[in-house]
């Protein structure tokens, strides 16, 4: 059984430029949420998504967004780049389902903002 | 709200000792879960074990066990013959699991573990 797949492990973009992260859940799994980690602010939680819709969502700028495809691959996308979003991308990968007791993360993704 | 608080932000152990890393947490939702995560240094997350809140015994995954007393609202991992390849970040982190509450995971700010040779 495969697991959470993120893509690309490693990104530099330049301030201004937007980026694409994406997210493939491990199989059978509908529930896909995005965290960001940072030296000084921790892992915080981004936006979770649940059957192409988002569920809830973290206390981000609007620069951040994503969205969830039918096979609940999700991507993340992060418009406007400044230097405080360089930080590693997790998503996470859940049943979602009554009592939800899983939670898998994947790789991440490391974005290096120049 | 719910917060996790980890209170070490570095702990040594030697090869083949116990160690228990602590956490106490804090939630007004009735049921909850815990997880506790390590994370090498090339970022994944990785799952080690998890409890409920309504869970009866503590829960344990081979050389992982977790210490849960909710009278105390603490959820220490304790991991028992440390192995050098143990020392990384453990995070603790909890989730609700009360139907209509949000599902996101809240962390800790982590312990750095170093299994000493």
């Known amino acids: 059984k495969a697991g959470v797949t993120q893509t690309p492990r490693y990104l530099i973009k330049t301030r201004g430029q937007q980026v694409t992260l994406s997210c493939s859940p491990i199989?059978?799994?509908?529930?896909v949420s995005w965290y960001q980690q940072t030296p000084g602010q921790g892992l915080q939680f981004l936006f979770e998504y649940f059957s192409e819709t988002q569920r809830n969502k973290g206390n981000f700028p609007g620069r951040f967004s994503g969205r969830q495809f039918s096979n609940s691959r999700s991507e993340m996308n992060v418009s406007t780049l400044e230097l405080g979003d360089s930080a590693l991308y997790l998503c996470a990968s859940s049943l979602a389902g009554a009592g939800d007791t899983e939670a898998f993360f994947g790789q991440g993704t490391r974005l290096t903002v120049v | 709200a719910q917060k996790i608080t980890q209170t070490q932000p570095g702990m040594f152990v030697q090869e083949k000792e116990a160690v228990t890393l602590d956490c106490t947490y804090d939630?007004?939702?009735?049921?909850?879960?815990l997880f506790w995560y390590k994370q090498p240094s090339s970022g994944e997350m990785i799952f080690l074990i998890y409890q409920g809140s309504y869970d009866q015994q503590n829960a344990t995954e081979g050389r992982y066990s977790l210490n849960f007393q909710k009278a105390r609202k603490s959820a220490n991992l304790v991991i028992s013959a440390s192995q050098l390849g143990d020392s990384a970040m453990y995070f603790c982190a909890m989730r609700s699991l009360s139907s209509g509450s949000a599902r996101q995971l809240t962390f800790g700010s982590g312990t750095q573990l170093t299994v000493l040779p």
């Open positions: 199989s059978g799994h509908r529930s």
């Open positions: 939630t007004s939702d009735p049921s909850y879960g």
